[in-house]
C-alpha cells in the first residue's frame, strides 16, 4: 500500500514570510496528525484530525498556525508569518482509528518537511 | 503529567552484537500503552514494537524484544544481531488508552553501529 505522502521535502524561508506543508495519508485512514519535532526532541502533537474534524489542537500555536483537511482525506498545514523557532521536521502520520478509546494501532508517518527559518 | 525518559542519548554496538535500550515513564494509569520507534536519517518514524500494559508477556518482533516491568515502569528495547541498518534514532513513546490522549514521547537515543 502507498504510505503517507509529504510535500515538499525540504523548505528554506525568512522569517515573517508564510509557508505551506502538504500531507497525503494512507487511503482509508480517518485519523491525521501533525507534529513538529525540533532537533533533538521528540515530536510534539500540533493537530490532530479525525475525518475532517478537530480532535485535538491544544498545542498548536493558532496565532500563526493553521490546519485543514478538507473532505476528510488530505491536509495542509500553514504557519503565518514564521518565526525562528519554527525551524524544525514537520511529520504527518495516520492511522485507520475511526474514534473512541484508543486501542493501540500504529501510526504511520511520512517523511516530513524539514523547515529552516533564516 | 504522563513522562517518558530516555537516559542514555548516544549508543553504539558492534555488528552482530546485543544492544539495550532504556526508557522509563510515569504515569497514574493502569491502562496504557508503550512504543519503540525508529527514525532513520529519512526521517520517516517506523514503529518497531508495541506492548499493551496489560500483558505480562514481553513484546517481541523478530530481533527485536522489550523488556517491560511495569512496577518499576521500565520499558527497555533490546535488538539482538544488530545490523547495520538499525542505526537510527530510537525513541519511546507512552499513550494511555482513554479518549483524545496524546503520545508522550521521550528524546530519543541515537544508535550507532560499528561494522
Redesign the interface.
Known sequence: EA?VAQSPRYKIIEKRQSVAFWCNPISGHATLYWYQQIL??????LIQFQNNGV??DSQLPKDRFSAERLKGVDSTLKIQPAKLEDSA?Y?C?SSSRQG?????E??F????T?LSVL | AQT?TQSQPEMSVQEAETVTLSCTYDTSESDY?LFWYKQPP??????VI?Q?AYKQQNATENRFSVNFQKAAKSFSLKISDSQLGDAAMY?C?Y?????????I????TSLAVNP
Open positions: 504510505g533533538g526532541q521528540g515530536p510534539k502533537l480532535v485535538d521536521v511529520l502520520a473512541g478509546k484508543f486501542s493501540g500504529k501510526l508517518f511520512g517523511s516530513g524539514q | 517518558v500503552y529519512s526521517r520517516q518514524m517506523i514503529l508495541r499493551e525513541f513513546a499513550r494511555a488508552a482513554g479518549n483524545n490522549r496524546k503520545l514521547w521521550g528524546l530519543g
